[in-house]
């Protein structure tokens, strides 16, 4: 049972990127699927998360209206869109999955986890 998160890199502010989370050995379908991430010396925040459905989409503050998280039931994966990045967004992204139809909620709910995957934007 696998999560594997890409699509970091560095970008200029005001920049885009689209991290994709692939599962391998279970299906999303069941799962409330998120992303977290990490800055250096700050405590892992939630960034999105999405229903088994996909009909309700929650997002910290600090991303709303710039970021879009999305599933592709067919492909196993969870995208989450960033445009405008800032500075402030340079942190290490998480994809997890949650054994509930929705969650928004501290890391520890989470029932899988992918490696992160780095994101930097430089000012």
């Known amino acids: 049972l696998q999560l594997q998160a890409s699509g970091g890199g560095l970008v200029q502010a005001g920049g885009s990127l689209r991290l994709s989370c692939a599962a391998s050995?279970?299906?999303?379908?069941?799962?409330?699927k998120c992303w977290f991430r990490q800055a250096p010396g700050k405590e892992r925040e939630g960034v999105s998360c999405i229903s088994t459905s996909g009909g309700n989409t929650d997002y910290a503050d600090s991303v709303k209206g710039r970021f879009t998280i999305s599933r592709d039931n067919a492909k196993n994966t969870v995208y989450l869109q960033m445009n405008s990045l800032k500075p402030d967004d340079t942190a290490v992204y998480y994809c997890a999955a949650a054994l509930y139809a929705r969650y928004w909620g501290p890391p520890d709910g989470m029932d899988y986890w992918g490696k992160g995957t780095l994101v930097t934007v430089s000012s």
């Open positions: 050995g279970f299906t999303l379908d069941y799962y409330a």
